[in-house]
């Protein structure tokens, strides 16, 4: 995430098998988005492991490994799992969008839509996302941070002890020495 974060632009993979789809689609992102484009799900799951993205555009039915695979695929993965993933599809199928969901789909987009509608949807799922990984990061450095302050006030109540059984000991010596002192004293008379 950290990675991601520190990235300049947000990172769009689209996955799809239609080489024009694919064109059009980067076409509408580049001005805004960095894309990267694979022409199945295997390939698209390839790039996704090895470049993180922000988001996934992935056509439903592809050769190879379709968009059901591939969701089903980055979701078994706690590397890329929480990336939003938005299904291409030109069908009307209540079936597949309800199999899109099941795998971990995030959202769809009806093929052909409009560069507006793209841009806009993409680019709020990609500030969630960021939002989401950023939220993380500050917790994750919050955890490290009570964690540290849990170690060093266990440092702190092993020293007090120590301090403790220090002045303890102090007085105890004292104590002892009092009453031998005396008896030296009486041993030096006799």
């Not at 979701?75 to 969008?97: F, Y």
């Not at 170690?151 to 007085?171: F, P, W, Y």
Request: some cysteine; proline content about 3%.
């Amino acid at each position: 995430s950290k990675d991601i974060l520190s990235r300049g632009r947000e990172l769009v993979l689209v996955v799809d098998d239609d080489a024009t789809i694919t064109e059009i689609i980067s076409m509408h992102l580049d001005g805004s988005f960095e894309v990267l484009t694979a022409s199945n799900g295997a390939e698209g799951y390839e790039i996704a492991v090895k470049e993180l993205p922000d988001l996934i555009l992935s056509d439903i039915r592809m050769p190879v490994k379709g968009g059901i695979e591939l969701c089903r695929d980055v979701r078994s993965n706690p590397k890329i799992q929480d990336v939003p993933i938005v299904m291409l599809t030109a069908t009307k199928d209540q079936e597949s969008k309800i199999e899109c969901l099941a795998a971990g789909a995030t959202e769809f987009i009806s093929k052909p839509c409009s560069a507006t509608e793209l841009k806009l949807r993409v680019r709020n799922l990609v500030q969630m996302y960021r939002q989401q990984l950023d939220l993380a990061a500050h917790k994750k450095r919050l955890e490290d941070a009570i964690q540290e302050l849990q170690r060093k006030e266990e440092l702190l109540v092993r020293q007090e002890k120590l301090t403790s059984l220090g002045r303890m000991s102090a007085a105890l010596i004292h104590e002892i020495n009092n009453p031998l002192g005396v008896i030296l004293g009486y041993l030096k008379l006799i």
